[in-house]
Protein backbone atom coordinates (compact mmCIF):
# COMPACT_ATOMS: atom_id res chain seq x y z
CA UNK A 1 0.00 0.00 0.00
CA UNK A 2 1.41 3.25 -1.09
CA UNK A 3 1.26 6.30 0.94
CA UNK A 4 1.02 9.30 -0.66
CA UNK A 5 0.61 13.10 0.91
CA UNK A 6 -1.97 14.95 -0.86
CA UNK A 7 -1.94 19.23 -1.56
CA UNK A 8 -0.48 21.05 1.00
CA UNK A 9 -2.73 23.87 1.32
CA UNK A 10 -1.62 25.51 4.66
CA UNK A 11 1.96 25.69 6.22
CA UNK A 12 2.58 23.94 9.59
CA UNK A 13 3.58 25.83 12.40
CA UNK A 14 7.33 26.59 13.03
CA UNK A 15 8.84 24.86 15.85
CA UNK A 16 12.79 25.56 14.98
CA UNK A 17 13.27 27.14 18.26
CA UNK A 18 11.63 23.79 19.76
CA UNK A 19 14.15 21.26 18.08
CA UNK A 20 17.01 23.29 19.11
CA UNK A 21 15.57 23.22 22.85
CA UNK A 22 15.20 19.30 22.16
CA UNK A 23 18.48 19.10 21.25
CA UNK A 24 19.71 20.62 24.03
CA UNK A 25 17.46 18.94 26.24
CA UNK A 26 18.89 15.63 24.65
CA UNK A 27 22.86 16.36 25.19
CA UNK A 28 21.99 18.24 29.31
CA UNK A 29 19.49 15.68 30.43
CA UNK A 30 19.81 12.68 28.09
CA UNK A 31 16.46 12.69 26.79
CA UNK A 32 16.33 11.12 23.11
CA UNK A 33 14.85 13.73 20.52
CA UNK A 34 13.14 10.88 18.97
CA UNK A 35 11.05 10.33 22.12
CA UNK A 36 10.28 14.08 22.16
CA UNK A 37 8.85 14.63 18.95
CA UNK A 38 6.91 11.67 19.34
CA UNK A 39 5.47 13.51 22.82
CA UNK A 40 5.06 16.16 20.14
CA UNK A 41 3.31 14.82 17.84
CA UNK A 42 0.75 12.78 20.50
CA UNK A 43 0.27 16.02 21.89
CA UNK A 44 -1.09 17.89 18.86
CA UNK A 45 -3.27 15.55 18.35
CA UNK A 46 -4.67 15.57 21.42
CA UNK A 47 -4.62 19.28 21.08
CA UNK A 48 -6.18 19.49 17.39
CA UNK A 49 -9.33 17.30 18.37
CA UNK A 50 -9.86 19.43 21.67
CA UNK A 51 -10.12 22.86 20.39
CA UNK A 52 -11.65 22.26 16.89
CA UNK A 53 -13.81 19.26 18.13
CA UNK A 54 -12.70 16.47 16.09
CA UNK A 55 -13.06 13.00 17.01
CA UNK A 56 -11.82 11.11 14.11
CA UNK A 57 -9.38 8.41 14.56
CA UNK A 58 -6.99 9.10 10.73
CA UNK A 59 -5.53 12.78 12.28
CA UNK A 60 -1.73 12.34 12.42
CA UNK A 61 0.55 15.22 13.04
CA UNK A 62 4.37 15.36 11.43
CA UNK A 63 7.25 17.16 12.89
CA UNK A 64 9.83 17.77 10.12
CA UNK A 65 12.77 16.91 11.32
CA UNK A 66 14.47 19.00 8.26
CA UNK A 67 12.89 22.05 8.00
CA UNK A 68 11.12 22.37 11.46
CA UNK A 69 7.51 22.49 10.69
CA UNK A 70 4.62 20.62 12.35
CA UNK A 71 2.10 19.60 10.15
CA UNK A 72 -1.75 18.21 10.71
CA UNK A 73 -2.86 15.53 8.42
CA UNK A 74 -6.04 13.89 7.87
CA UNK A 75 -5.94 10.00 6.18
CA UNK A 76 -8.26 8.77 3.52
CA UNK A 77 -8.09 5.53 2.18
CA UNK A 78 -9.11 5.29 -1.77
CA UNK A 79 -12.04 3.25 -2.30
CA UNK A 80 -14.09 2.09 -4.94
CA UNK A 81 -17.00 2.80 -3.23
CA UNK A 82 -17.30 5.41 -0.35
CA UNK A 83 -18.72 4.43 3.06
CA UNK A 84 -17.12 6.55 5.13
CA UNK A 85 -16.26 10.40 3.86
CA UNK A 86 -13.67 11.26 7.10
CA UNK A 87 -12.13 7.96 6.31
CA UNK A 88 -12.02 7.44 2.82
CA UNK A 89 -11.90 8.61 -0.66
CA UNK A 90 -13.30 7.87 -4.28
CA UNK A 91 -10.27 7.47 -6.54
CA UNK A 92 -11.43 10.13 -9.05
CA UNK A 93 -11.28 12.44 -6.29
CA UNK A 94 -8.14 11.15 -5.36
CA UNK A 95 -6.61 11.95 -8.81
CA UNK A 96 -7.72 15.66 -8.71
CA UNK A 97 -5.31 15.98 -6.30
CA UNK A 98 -2.27 13.68 -8.05
CA UNK A 99 -3.35 11.39 -11.04
CA UNK A 100 -1.05 8.56 -9.72
CA UNK A 101 -3.16 7.50 -7.05
CA UNK A 102 -4.57 4.17 -7.31
CA UNK A 103 -7.10 2.26 -5.34
CA UNK A 104 -5.71 1.05 -1.72
CA UNK A 105 -3.30 3.98 -1.56
CA UNK A 106 -3.33 6.37 1.43
CA UNK A 107 -3.69 10.15 0.87
CA UNK A 108 -2.70 12.48 3.52
CA UNK A 109 -4.51 16.37 3.35
CA UNK A 110 -2.82 18.57 5.45
CA UNK A 111 -5.00 20.52 7.81
CA UNK A 112 -3.43 23.58 9.61
CA UNK A 113 -6.60 25.95 10.23
CA UNK A 114 -5.52 29.57 10.90
CA UNK A 115 -7.20 29.16 14.14
CA UNK A 116 -4.78 26.44 15.38
CA UNK A 117 -2.66 29.00 17.00
CA UNK A 118 -2.18 30.09 20.49
CA UNK A 119 -4.85 28.45 22.38
CA UNK A 120 -3.82 24.75 20.55
CA UNK A 121 -0.11 26.01 20.80
CA UNK A 122 -0.40 26.61 24.53
CA UNK A 123 -2.32 23.41 25.21
CA UNK A 124 0.29 21.11 23.38
CA UNK A 125 3.12 23.10 25.47
CA UNK A 126 1.80 21.73 28.42
CA UNK A 127 1.36 18.25 27.59
CA UNK A 128 4.64 18.22 25.99
CA UNK A 129 6.05 19.40 29.48
CA UNK A 130 4.37 16.63 31.37
CA UNK A 131 5.99 14.47 28.82
CA UNK A 132 9.33 15.42 29.13
CA UNK A 133 9.22 15.74 32.81
CA UNK A 134 7.87 12.09 32.78
CA UNK A 135 10.48 11.53 30.60
CA UNK A 136 13.18 12.49 32.63
CA UNK A 137 11.51 11.03 35.81
CA UNK A 138 12.08 7.72 33.73
CA UNK A 139 16.05 8.23 32.98
CA UNK A 140 16.53 9.30 36.47
CA UNK A 141 14.51 5.91 37.65
CA UNK A 142 16.75 3.73 35.60
CA UNK A 143 19.74 5.61 36.34
CA UNK A 144 19.23 4.97 40.05
CA UNK A 145 17.79 1.59 39.98
CA UNK A 146 21.53 0.52 38.69
CA UNK A 147 22.82 2.15 41.76
CA UNK A 148 20.61 -0.47 44.54
CA UNK A 149 23.38 -1.48 46.59
CA UNK A 150 26.02 1.55 45.50
CA UNK A 151 27.38 4.31 48.19
CA UNK A 152 26.64 7.67 47.12
CA UNK A 153 27.48 11.09 48.59
CA UNK A 154 25.24 13.90 49.64
CA UNK A 155 25.03 16.89 51.33
CA UNK A 156 22.15 17.20 54.01
CA UNK A 157 19.64 19.07 53.52
CA UNK A 158 17.23 18.05 56.37
CA UNK A 159 17.85 17.06 59.33
CA UNK A 160 14.94 16.81 62.08
CA UNK A 161 15.54 13.79 64.27
CA UNK A 162 13.23 11.42 62.06
CA UNK A 163 14.31 11.61 59.04
CA UNK A 164 17.68 12.97 56.94
CA UNK A 165 16.75 14.26 53.42
CA UNK A 166 20.13 14.12 51.06
CA UNK A 167 20.80 16.02 47.97
CA UNK A 168 22.36 13.21 45.61
CA UNK A 169 22.58 16.00 42.48
CA UNK A 170 19.74 15.11 40.47
CA UNK A 171 17.23 14.13 43.16
CA UNK A 172 16.85 13.46 46.85
CA UNK A 173 17.61 10.57 48.86
CA UNK A 174 15.78 9.41 51.90
CA UNK A 175 17.24 8.15 55.32
CA UNK A 176 14.60 7.07 57.82
CA UNK A 177 15.11 6.89 61.29
CA UNK A 178 16.23 3.16 61.21
CA UNK A 179 18.98 3.68 58.15
CA UNK A 180 20.47 6.07 60.52
CA UNK A 181 23.58 5.27 62.87
CA UNK A 182 22.10 5.96 65.95
CA UNK A 183 25.28 7.20 67.37
CA UNK A 184 25.69 9.89 65.10
CA UNK A 185 24.17 13.27 64.44
CA UNK A 186 23.84 14.92 61.34
CA UNK A 187 23.67 19.15 60.25
CA UNK A 188 22.38 20.62 57.66
CA UNK A 189 25.10 20.49 54.85
CA UNK A 190 26.64 17.88 56.33
CA UNK A 191 28.44 15.87 53.22
CA UNK A 192 28.00 12.38 54.27
CA UNK A 193 27.86 8.86 52.29
CA UNK A 194 25.42 6.40 52.17
CA UNK A 195 24.21 3.02 51.20
CA UNK A 196 21.45 3.27 47.69
CA UNK A 197 19.19 0.12 49.69
CA UNK A 198 15.53 0.96 47.89
CA UNK A 199 14.76 2.67 44.80
CA UNK A 200 10.73 3.11 43.62
CA UNK A 201 8.27 5.02 41.90
CA UNK A 202 6.17 6.89 43.77
CA UNK A 203 2.07 7.41 43.20
CA UNK A 204 3.10 10.02 40.80
CA UNK A 205 5.35 8.50 38.73
CA UNK A 206 8.63 10.26 40.68
CA UNK A 207 11.50 7.96 41.88
CA UNK A 208 12.18 7.72 45.57
CA UNK A 209 15.53 6.80 47.04
CA UNK A 210 16.18 5.12 50.58
CA UNK A 211 19.64 5.27 51.29
CA UNK A 212 21.00 3.84 54.81
CA UNK A 213 24.11 4.11 57.14
CA UNK A 214 22.77 0.99 59.32
CA UNK A 215 22.31 -1.25 57.04
CA UNK A 216 24.68 -4.61 56.65
CA UNK A 217 25.20 -3.22 53.01
CA UNK A 218 26.58 -0.18 53.58
CA UNK A 219 29.61 -2.01 55.68
CA UNK A 220 29.91 -4.48 52.67
CA UNK A 221 30.06 -2.13 50.36
CA UNK A 222 32.73 0.03 52.21
CA UNK A 223 34.69 -3.11 52.56
CA UNK A 224 35.01 -3.26 48.31
CA UNK A 225 35.60 0.37 48.13
CA UNK A 226 39.25 0.38 50.35
CA UNK A 227 40.17 -3.12 50.10
CA UNK A 228 40.45 -4.21 46.36
CA UNK A 229 41.22 -7.95 46.44
CA UNK A 230 37.50 -7.76 47.48
CA UNK A 231 36.34 -5.78 44.62
CA UNK A 232 38.32 -8.15 42.66
CA UNK A 233 37.03 -11.18 43.61
CA UNK A 234 40.20 -12.32 44.93
CA UNK A 235 38.80 -12.25 48.42
CA UNK A 236 35.03 -12.91 49.36
CA UNK A 237 32.96 -11.41 52.01
CA UNK A 238 31.07 -14.48 53.27
CA UNK A 239 28.72 -13.33 55.89
CA UNK A 240 28.30 -10.07 57.92
CA UNK A 241 26.98 -9.22 61.48
CA UNK A 242 26.02 -5.90 62.60
CA UNK A 243 24.65 -3.19 65.44
CA UNK A 244 24.96 -0.28 63.73
CA UNK A 245 27.56 2.17 65.81
CA UNK A 246 28.41 -0.14 67.52
CA UNK A 247 29.93 -3.28 66.06
CA UNK A 248 30.23 -5.45 63.19
CA UNK A 249 31.68 -8.70 62.64
CA UNK A 250 32.92 -9.75 58.64
CA UNK A 251 33.74 -12.98 57.88
CA UNK A 252 35.78 -13.47 54.90
CA UNK A 253 37.64 -16.40 52.27
CA UNK A 254 40.18 -16.19 49.55
CA UNK A 255 40.51 -19.66 47.54
CA UNK A 256 43.88 -18.69 47.49
CA UNK A 257 45.79 -20.13 49.82
CA UNK A 258 48.87 -18.03 49.35
CA UNK A 259 46.22 -15.30 50.31
CA UNK A 260 45.60 -13.80 53.77
CA UNK A 261 42.64 -12.58 53.69
CA UNK A 262 42.09 -11.14 57.41
CA UNK A 263 45.61 -9.70 56.96
CA UNK A 264 44.55 -8.09 53.09
CA UNK A 265 41.22 -6.35 55.10
CA UNK A 266 43.34 -5.35 57.70
CA UNK A 267 46.08 -4.32 55.94
CA UNK A 268 49.69 -2.67 56.52
CA UNK A 269 49.64 -1.07 60.33
CA UNK A 270 46.22 -1.58 60.11
CA UNK A 271 45.20 1.61 57.39
CA UNK A 272 42.41 -0.43 55.75
CA UNK A 273 40.86 -1.50 58.37
CA UNK A 274 41.00 2.03 60.30
CA UNK A 275 39.90 3.82 57.01
CA UNK A 276 36.48 1.71 57.10
CA UNK A 277 36.19 2.32 60.93
CA UNK A 278 36.38 6.64 60.34
CA UNK A 279 33.99 6.16 57.75
CA UNK A 280 31.53 4.80 60.46
CA UNK A 281 33.00 6.64 63.48
CA UNK A 282 34.62 4.46 65.45
CA UNK A 283 32.24 1.88 64.91
CA UNK A 284 34.22 -1.80 65.96
CA UNK A 285 34.98 -4.42 63.31
CA UNK A 286 36.20 -8.13 63.87
CA UNK A 287 37.51 -9.14 60.97
CA UNK A 288 37.62 -13.25 61.04
CA UNK A 289 38.33 -15.68 58.39
CA UNK A 290 35.53 -18.06 57.23
CA UNK A 291 35.77 -22.08 57.56
CA UNK A 292 33.56 -24.45 56.35
CA UNK A 293 34.29 -26.23 59.41
CA UNK A 294 31.74 -24.65 61.92
CA UNK A 295 33.60 -25.50 64.81
CA UNK A 296 36.03 -23.50 63.81
CA UNK A 297 34.17 -20.72 62.27
CA UNK A 298 32.25 -20.22 65.49
CA UNK A 299 35.11 -20.36 67.69
CA UNK A 300 36.53 -17.48 66.04
CA UNK A 301 33.63 -15.69 65.14
CA UNK A 302 33.51 -15.03 69.16
CA UNK A 303 36.59 -12.81 68.90
CA UNK A 304 38.24 -11.18 70.91
CA UNK A 305 37.44 -13.74 73.49
CA UNK A 306 38.94 -17.47 73.48
CA UNK A 307 37.68 -20.36 73.18
CA UNK A 308 38.45 -23.95 74.55
CA UNK A 309 36.28 -25.87 72.60
CA UNK A 310 32.86 -26.19 70.72
CA UNK A 311 30.34 -29.00 70.62
CA UNK A 312 27.93 -28.74 67.67
CA UNK A 313 24.68 -30.71 66.71
CA UNK A 314 24.44 -30.64 63.30
CA UNK A 315 20.69 -31.70 63.06
CA UNK A 316 19.91 -28.59 65.25
CA UNK A 317 22.40 -26.24 64.55
CA UNK A 318 23.26 -25.75 67.70
CA UNK A 319 26.78 -25.28 69.70
CA UNK A 320 27.87 -25.55 72.81
CA UNK A 321 30.63 -23.57 73.63
CA UNK A 322 33.24 -23.67 76.53
CA UNK A 323 35.51 -20.83 77.27
CA UNK A 324 37.93 -19.60 80.19
CA UNK A 325 35.90 -18.31 83.16
CA UNK A 326 37.87 -15.36 82.63
CA UNK A 327 36.36 -15.23 78.87
CA UNK A 328 33.48 -15.83 79.87
CA UNK A 329 32.16 -12.29 80.26
CA UNK A 330 33.46 -11.09 77.23
CA UNK A 331 32.64 -14.09 74.92
CA UNK A 332 28.74 -13.17 75.29
CA UNK A 333 29.45 -9.12 75.74
CA UNK A 334 27.66 -6.95 76.83
CA UNK A 335 24.03 -7.27 76.43
CA UNK A 336 24.97 -10.62 74.90
CA UNK A 337 26.32 -8.01 72.04
CA UNK A 338 29.38 -10.47 70.91
CA UNK A 339 27.02 -13.81 71.68
CA UNK A 340 24.38 -12.46 69.13
CA UNK A 341 26.43 -10.77 66.84
CA UNK A 342 28.11 -14.06 66.67
CA UNK A 343 24.99 -16.19 66.16
CA UNK A 344 23.89 -14.03 63.20
CA UNK A 345 27.17 -14.35 61.52
CA UNK A 346 27.41 -18.14 61.65
CA UNK A 347 23.51 -18.33 61.51
CA UNK A 348 23.67 -21.14 64.60
CA UNK A 349 22.22 -20.75 67.96
CA UNK A 350 25.16 -20.73 70.23
CA UNK A 351 24.90 -21.74 73.90
CA UNK A 352 28.01 -20.17 76.12
CA UNK A 353 29.96 -22.36 79.44
CA UNK A 354 32.23 -21.14 81.34
CA UNK A 355 34.76 -23.89 82.40
CA UNK A 356 33.84 -24.14 85.25
CA UNK A 357 30.16 -23.91 84.76
CA UNK A 358 31.05 -26.83 82.12
CA UNK A 359 32.56 -29.08 85.05
CA UNK A 360 29.71 -28.82 87.69
CA UNK A 361 27.16 -30.01 84.52
CA UNK A 362 29.48 -32.74 83.78
CA UNK A 363 30.03 -33.89 87.81
CA UNK A 364 26.49 -33.68 88.03
CA UNK A 365 25.46 -35.75 85.41
CA UNK A 366 28.02 -38.38 86.94
CA UNK A 367 26.12 -38.54 90.29
CA UNK A 368 22.63 -38.98 88.72
CA UNK A 369 24.23 -42.53 88.17
CA UNK A 370 22.50 -43.21 84.55
CA UNK A 371 23.94 -42.86 81.17
CA UNK A 372 26.46 -39.87 80.82
CA UNK A 373 25.85 -38.64 77.93
CA UNK A 374 22.19 -38.74 78.01
CA UNK A 375 21.68 -37.20 81.23
CA UNK A 376 24.64 -34.60 79.80
CA UNK A 377 22.55 -33.38 76.78
CA UNK A 378 19.26 -33.11 78.74
CA UNK A 379 21.26 -31.17 81.45
CA UNK A 380 22.28 -28.68 78.53
CA UNK A 381 19.07 -28.64 76.71
CA UNK A 382 16.89 -27.87 80.33
CA UNK A 383 20.03 -25.16 80.72
CA UNK A 384 19.81 -23.34 77.03
CA UNK A 385 15.76 -23.54 77.76
CA UNK A 386 16.31 -21.51 81.35
CA UNK A 387 19.26 -18.89 80.70
CA UNK A 388 19.35 -16.06 78.70
CA UNK A 389 22.95 -16.85 77.06
CA UNK A 390 21.29 -18.73 74.35
CA UNK A 391 20.92 -16.86 71.44
CA UNK A 392 19.32 -17.11 68.45
Known amino acids: MKRRVGRVEKRGIDTI ?58 EKEIVEELEN ?23 QIELMPKEFGRIAAQTAKQIITQKIREASRDIIFTEFAGKKGEIVTGLVQKADGRVVIMDLGKIEGIMPKKEQISTEHYNVNDKIKACI ?24 KLFEIEI ?19 RSKVAVFSPNPNIDPVGSCVGQKGIRI ?23 FISVALAPAKVLAVDIKEDERFAQVIVPDDQLSLAIGKAGQN ?12 DIKSESQFREMLEKGQLDGEN ?10 EDIENQ ?4 E
Not at 280 to 286: A, F, V, W
Open 197 to 220: ISVEKGVKGSTQIIVSRASIEFVK
Open 228 to 246: PEIYEGVIEIKSISREAGS
Open 388 to 391: DEVV
Open 85 to 107: DKKEMLLDDAKKINKNYQLGDIV
Open 274 to 296: QNIINELHGEKIDVIEWNEDPSI
Open 17 to 74: ELMEAMDELEKSQGIKKDVLMESIEQALVIAYKRNFECSDENIKVVLDKTDGQMHVYQ
Open 372 to 381: KESNENDDLI
Open 339 to 350: AKLAARLTEWKI
